[in-house]
């Protein structure tokens, strides 16, 4: 049973710091990429970063460059945002991706957790 779990999500003032984690499990781990994307009411979800199957590449939205970064722990089979210098543009529910890298229309999501950015 494939699952993506994101935790870490919450209510922080701007300028704040959260870490979100997405564990995963009934897959091969190690063979996905594995991507963050997020959606703001009334917005359509877009990429956040993404992080190749080896951790090899990263990318990033404009938006974020500077202020996260994703990376990635193979062997607990974990994906992790670190968000700094949050503003409340980055309120919304924040999802974990995967993506085969052999099979590219095989795609995993979790469940989604919220962060909300506000004094």
């Known amino acids: 049973q494939v699952q993506l779990v994101e935790s870490g999500g919450g209510l922080v003032q701007p300028g704040g710091s959260l870490r979100l984690s997405c564990a995963a499990s009934g897959f091969a781990f190690s063979m996905y990429h594995m991507s963050w994307y997020r959606q703001a009411p009334g917005k359509e979800r877009e990429l956040v970063a993404g992080i190749t199957s080896v951790g090899g590449s990263t990318n990033y939205a404009e938006s974020v460059k500077g202020r996260f970064t994703i990376s990635r722990d193979n062997a607990s089979k974990t994906v992790y945002l670190q968000m700094n210098g949050l503003t409340p543009e980055d309120t919304a529910v924040y999802y974990c991706?995967?993506?085969?890298?052999?099979?590219?229309?095989?795609?995993?999501w979790g469940q989604g957790t919220q962060v909300t950015v506000s004094s």
């Open positions: 991706n995967a993506v085969s890298r052999v099979i590219t229309s095989r795609v995993y």
